[in-house]
């Protein structure tokens, strides 16, 4: 199976501020990496997939790139509903798999 | 409105049964690979299992394989969960989630509210 970590596992932001989180994966992936955002009690929700395409309805704030092992995920000016767990996970083969997630919170 | 909604979670005992149930509505149900993903309380999100549009293919996590099966029933548009053996490990919200794409490069890009399972004497 395909081991996801993702780096920092939790950082304090303010709003306004640019975040970026990483997630590589243990074995070359391409590009079939996905980003999801989870607020606490609720279900997860796709925001960034392929690696770096923008969900239907995601704010433009949110962008991703990388390919291969290395995966970033960038909020370029945090909102207060971005306080969240981002998750990371790839789509390369089964099973799929996800990151232990990067908890974003108020600094 | 395109939505899931899973039914079925309550508490059970180990080395017992239960079935989940997932409702899809607001798109063509059968033509989705579909999937069930678990997040044991405070930790993060572990797929379970998938099923292909037909039911003719179906894949499993190591950790229920034997103890698990996934299910359709295209026309009720549902999906199902067969959880038998349970165990405390199995504690979590279970997720019913819409598969879409190729099996490589998929995205999970529809997710319902979850149910709870607790496993516990």
């Known amino acids: ?107 | 409105e395109v939505q899931l909604v899973e039914s079925g979670g309550g508490l059970v005992q180990p080395g017992g049964s239960l079935r989940l149930s997932c409702a899809a509505s607001g798109f063509t149900f059968s033509s989705y690979w579909m999937s069930w993903v678990r997040q044991a309380p405070g930790k993060g999100l572990e797929w379970v299992a998938n099923i292909k549009q037909d039911g003719s293919e179906k894949y499993y996590v190591d950790s229920v394989k034997g103890r698990f099966t996934i299910s359709r029933d295209n026309a009720k548009n549902s999906l199902y969960l067969q959880m038998n053996s349970l165990r405390a490990e199995d504690t979590a919200v279970y997720y019913c989630a819409r598969v879409s794409g190729a099996v490589a490069g998929s995205k999970f890009d529809l997710w319902g509210r979850g149910t709870l399972v607790t496993v516990s004497s």
């Open chain 1, 1 to 107: 199976d395909i081991q996801m970590t993702q780096s920092p596992s939790s950082l304090s932001a303010s709003v306004g501020d640019r975040v970026t989180i990483t997630c590589r994966a243990s074995q070359s992936i391409s590009s079939y990496l996905n980003w999801y955002q989870q607020k606490p009690g609720k279900a997860p929700k796709l925001l960034i997939y392929a690696a770096s395409s923008l969900q239907s309805g995601v704010p433009s704030r949110f962008s991703g790139s990388g390919s291969g092992t290395d995966f970033t995920l960038t909020i370029s000016s945090l909102q207060p509903e971005d306080f969240a767990t981002y998750y990371c996970q790839q789509s390369y083969s089964t099973p799929p798999t996800f990151g232990p997630g990067t908890k974003v919170d108020i600094k």
